[in-house]
């Protein structure tokens, strides 16, 4: 298999494999159209039906944007993150868990060497718009603008130095200046940021788009598997047993990724705000990852762009805020941390994780687990219960016996019909924080919801009591090798 270093290497391994990219060179709009075509073509996730999961997409001819291609959906499949990650799709959030307890370092490299800079544009120039300079999508008629879905946010603590990378929603403004949406005490930009205005000076960050597919999942690792100070493209260089190359930013003192399709380059200025949907009034932002669309910030913070770098016929590449991308990025880390942490607190029980594509990658997980003696007995429960404390985002745990497939729902479904009782075995916990786009976390959903994102988390043990394993074993089949009588047959 050949070797992933950055997207264009990860787009030629998938060419290489039938069924995972298409292409087109018929016209498409950036705006609703781009995402409505693959709405149906591949995107899955908890985009409205009709979707499904399908291949990667190149549209190599964009409506205002001559030359310019877009890709999306690169990471809209496990088996396809297998592929890039060169790993057994069911275990990659042990791939992801060894990662960060191994970190490879990123290196810097000569600005003459870095792909990213082949191009210049500086926003001093005459004509400077970033808006015609980066073909960001709208995924919606309603959107608030085009979108920067999967950009590697690059900045760094201005009183430590110590850096982070990271993936917010970004709105194009205008010429030079782009919305970002921090989420309160959920990514480590946020408190650099917050850092800087204390001080009355601007952050300097650089934005890194159309990368290695390895660096895009690192970035969602969050506290506590990453606590503040750990720069997750370590996880991602450990995954290519590699460093990330980095280059020194031309117009700010920030690095970027150094292989990237393209690279923003600004600064979030200090106590100025914009109204996220100023441009359209349409009150929505983008679609996010629960299914609907995010509402519009009143206020957002507005980096300030001082160039935009690219590589030679540069890719953009993008993702459907809903779609199985998201479930692939958030999902899988969660998965690795969510191994972690039970491990460490009672070894060999935690068999696997699911977090389900039918919660974002972030609501839900189906937790895998083997009791091996009585004394097991209620620490299924316990594990729920870690889960819980370290992600405020889940709102659901399945937990499941080792004979479950927690990567088939199906199969989850048929433990919780056939092993499951709703007044004995569902455990709700209320009145803690959960996520705040999930609309049912709501005062106006229910009075006992005492305020946006504190609400009521679940779990739903569907594991056999241990004393009665006799009596939930599945009927067993003979194990043959289909391949005897479908030579081509594919399991």
């Given at each position: 298999?050949?070797?992933?270093y950055?997207?264009?290497?990860?787009?030629?391994?998938?060419?290489?494999?039938?069924?995972?990219?298409?292409?087109?060179?018929?016209?498409?709009?950036?705006?609703?159209?781009?995402?409505?075509?693959?709405?149906?073509?591949?995107?899955?996730?908890?985009?409205?039906?009709?979707?499904?999961?399908?291949?990667?997409?190149?549209?190599?001819?964009?409506?205002?944007?001559?030359?310019?291609?877009?890709?999306?959906?690169?990471?809209?499949?496990r088996?396809?993150?297998?592929?890039?990650?060169?790993?057994?799709?069911?275990?990659?959030?042990?791939?992801?868990?060894?990662?960060?307890t191994?970190?490879?370092?990123?290196?810097?490299?000569?600005?003459?060497?870095?792909?990213?800079?082949?191009?210049?544009?500086?926003?001093?120039?005459e004509?400077?718009?970033?808006?015609?300079?980066?073909?960001?999508p709208?995924?919606?008629?309603?959107?608030?603008?085009?979108?920067?879905?999967?950009?590697?946010?690059?900045?760094?603590?201005?009183?430590?130095?110590?850096?982070?990378?990271?993936?917010?929603?970004?709105?194009?403004?205008?010429?030079?200046?782009?919305?970002?949406?921090?989420?309160?005490?959920?990514?480590?930009?946020g408190?650099?940021?917050?850092?800087?205005?204390?001080a009355?000076?601007?952050?300097?960050?650089?934005?890194?788009?159309?990368?290695?597919?390895?660096?895009?999942?690192?970035?969602?690792?969050?506290?506590?598997?990453?606590?503040?100070?750990?720069?997750?493209?370590?996880?991602a260089?450990?995954i290519?047993?590699?460093?990330?190359?980095?280059?020194?930013?031309?117009?700010?003192?920030?690095?970027?990724?150094?292989?990237?399709?393209?690279?923003?380059?600004?600064?979030?200025?200090?106590?100025?705000?914009?109204?996220?949907?100023?441009n359209?009034?349409?009150?929505?932002?983008?679609?996010?990852?629960?299914?609907?669309?995010?509402?519009?910030?009143?206020?957002?913070?507005?980096?300030?762009?001082?160039a935009?770098?690219?590589?030679?016929?540069?890719?953009?590449?993008?993702?459907?805020?809903?779609?199985?991308?998201?479930?692939?990025?958030?999902?899988?880390?969660?998965e690795?941390?969510?191994?972690?942490?039970?491990?460490?607190?009672?070894?060999?029980?935690?068999?696997?994780?699911?977090?389900?594509?039918?919660?974002?990658?972030?609501?839900?997980?189906?937790?895998?687990?083997?009791?091996?003696?009585?004394?097991?007995?209620?620490?299924?429960?316990?594990?729920?219960?870690?889960?819980?404390?370290?992600?405020?985002?889940?709102?659901?745990?399945f937990?499941?016996?080792?004979?479950?497939?927690?990567?088939?729902?199906?199969?989850?479904m048929?433990?919780?019909?056939?092993?499951?009782?709703?007044?004995?075995?569902?455990?709700?916990?209320?009145?803690?924080?959960?996520?705040?786009?999930?609309?049912?976390?709501?005062?106006?959903?229910?009075?006992?919801?005492?305020?946006?994102?504190?609400?009521?988390?679940?779990?739903?043990?569907?594991?056999?009591?241990?004393?009665q394993?006799?009596?939930?074993?599945?009927?067993?089949?003979?194990?043959?090798?289909?391949?005897?009588?479908?030579?081509?047959?594919?399991?």
């Amino acid at each position: 298999m050949s070797k992933v270093y950055d997207l264009r290497s990860a787009l030629e391994l998938l060419e290489s494999i039938p069924g995972q990219l298409v292409q087109t060179d018929v016209e498409v709009d950036p705006k609703g159209e781009l995402s409505g075509v693959y709405r149906h073509v591949g995107a899955g996730g908890t985009v409205e039906r009709p979707t499904k999961e399908g291949p990667a997409m190149i549209f190599n001819n964009i409506k205002g944007h001559e030359g310019a291609r877009v890709v999306t959906g690169l990471l809209a499949s496990r088996k396809r993150v297998g592929y890039l990650l060169d790993c057994d799709p069911k275990k990659l959030g042990f791939l992801l868990k060894d990662s960060v307890t191994n970190p490879v370092k990123p290196v810097v490299i000569p600005n003459e060497q870095a792909k990213c800079q082949e191009i210049v544009h500086y926003a001093t120039e005459e004509g400077f718009d970033v808006r015609k300079l980066v073909p960001a999508p709208t995924n919606t008629l309603e959107d608030a603008g085009p979108y920067i879905t999967l950009g590697m946010c690059y900045a760094s603590n201005p009183e430590t130095g110590d850096s982070d990378v990271t993936i917010h929603r970004m709105c194009l403004q205008s010429k030079d200046e782009i919305s970002i949406f921090l989420q309160p005490g959920a990514r480590h930009i946020g408190y650099f940021r917050e850092l800087a205005e204390a001080a009355g000076k601007p952050l300097p960050i650089s934005i890194s788009i159309g990368v290695d597919p390895a660096i895009e999942i690192a970035s969602c690792f969050e506290p506590p598997t990453t606590p503040l100070g750990y720069d997750e493209l370590q996880a991602a260089g450990a995954i290519r047993k590699a460093p990330v190359e980095m280059v020194q930013c031309l117009t700010i003192k920030e690095k970027a990724i150094a292989n990237a399709e393209y690279v923003i380059e600004g600064e979030i200025l200090p106590n100025v705000r914009v109204r996220e949907d100023q441009n359209t009034d349409t009150g929505k932002a983008m679609p996010e990852f629960p299914g609907y669309c995010g509402p519009a910030n009143p206020e957002l913070p507005i980096i300030k762009v001082k160039a935009v770098t690219t590589r030679r016929n540069p890719i953009m590449q993008t993702c459907i805020g809903p779609s199985e991308e998201h479930v692939s990025m958030a999902g899988i880390p969660t998965e690795a941390s969510i191994l972690s942490m039970v491990e460490k607190a009672m070894p060999g029980k935690l068999q696997n994780v699911y977090c389900a594509s039918s919660g974002g990658g972030k609501y839900i997980a189906v937790m895998q687990f083997k009791k091996s003696v009585p004394s097991d007995e209620g620490r299924q429960r316990q594990a729920a219960l870690l889960a819980f404390s370290a992600f405020a985002e889940l709102k659901h745990v399945f937990l499941v016996d080792e004979d479950v497939d927690c990567f088939d729902i199906k199969d989850v479904m048929w433990a919780m019909t056939t092993r499951f009782q709703a007044d004995i075995d569902m455990i709700p916990i209320p009145g803690v924080q959960c996520h705040p786009l999930d609309p049912s976390n709501n005062p106006k959903y229910s009075s006992h919801i005492r305020g946006t994102g504190v609400a009521c988390k679940v779990i739903f043990d569907c594991t056999v009591p241990f004393d009665q394993k006799a009596r939930f074993e599945r009927a067993k089949f003979m194990e043959v090798d289909p391949k005897h009588w479908l030579p081509d047959f594919e399991g």
